[in-house]
């Protein structure tokens, strides 16, 4: 185990891989949330996401980004920027935390827990950035 909350336990799969179990149905519904979101979004935003493998009934195996960001206020800077891309494509950033990001192999920032994200196409904040 490498990691819990109150909704799922993560377990590192020793292959670069993790495996997310829930444990109640927001947990259910942020593993299936990661799975949605992933495989329909804009291919743009999904480099800004950890890649999901394989996802069923009450888990999801998703690769293991080991680096996690530093608290810095320059990284708070990419945070921030990180949101705005995310809304452009019409992904609604709910709990994009400095915890729930980490770094690609390309040292990029990407968001490693996005079960809370929801994705609008017709949002609003959409049409503010045409």
Known sequence: MIGYGYNRIVYDLNN???LKIALCEVGLIGNANEAYI???CNEEAQKYLCPVKEF???WIIMKKLGTKVPLA???YTKLIELELKFLRYGIIPIDLRL???AFSEDNEMVVIDYGLFTMDLKSPVLRWFD
């Open 16 to 18: 670069g891989y993790i």
């Open 38 to 40: 992933y495989y329909n």
């Open 56 to 58: 069923g009934s009450g």
């Open 73 to 75: 206020i320059m990284e």
């Open 99 to 101: 915890d729930n990001v």
